[in-house]
């Protein structure tokens, strides 16, 4: 599988050539499953009698929030700080997850579910979660070829998606 370059940023190492147009299918198919079940048929939707949306709003917005927050800071970390040569980036919000931008969709895409409980959008959920951390094993082969030592120290004290709990 060859590498997709970014032009104009020579400091990125790449990232697999499907993650971006894979990402777009996924989020197309999620907003299908999501809006259908939520708003239209009502298929897996059940929940929702349980639980007020007042509740529903309350963890739904800060976890939308945080991943807005991620993603955010990970876009601007990898592609509005300006950087002489490639490196290990291990500052901001790289210091809580080593792929900020994808932990951000993540919780975009639970945030969205616990509007709604939609239980057909939770087990889709799941796909997407499948396909990020095989995105993400992907880049990180790439990383650790690139930057060896660095990279792998790095990886011992920062979780790949979700931040560790404890520190080594």
């Known amino acids: 599988m060859s590498t997709k370059k970014h032009s104009g940023h020579s400091h990125l190492t790449g990232e697999h050539r499907w993650g971006d147009a894979g990402q777009l299918i996924l989020f197309v198919m999620f907003m299908g499953i999501w809006i259908t079940d939520s708003f239209i048929f009502h298929y897996s939707t059940s929940l929702l009698e349980?639980?007020?949306?007042?509740?529903?709003?309350?963890?739904?917005?800060?976890?939308?929030?945080?991943g807005w927050i991620l993603a955010r800071g990970g876009m601007k970390a990898v592609f509005?700080?300006?950087?002489?040569?490639?490196?290990?980036?291990?500052?901001?919000?790289?210091?809580?997850?080593?792929?900020?931008?994808?932990?951000?969709?993540?919780l975009f895409y639970l945030g969205s579910i616990v509007m709604t409980l939609s239980l057909a959008s939770a087990v889709f959920w799941l796909v997407i979660i499948g396909f990020y951390i095989f995105i993400c094993r992907y880049e990180e082969s790439i990383l650790t070829e690139a930057f060896g030592s660095d990279y792998m120290e790095y990886k011992k004290k920062t979780g790949m998606l979700f931040p560790k709990l404890r520190s080594h």
């Open 50 to 66: 349980g639980v007020s949306s007042y509740i529903r709003l309350a963890v739904a917005v800060p976890v939308l929030i945080a």
């Open 80 to 106: 509005g700080t300006p950087r002489e040569k490639p490196g290990v980036i291990s500052t901001g919000v790289f210091r809580l997850v080593r792929h900020p931008i994808y932990t951000g969709a993540i």
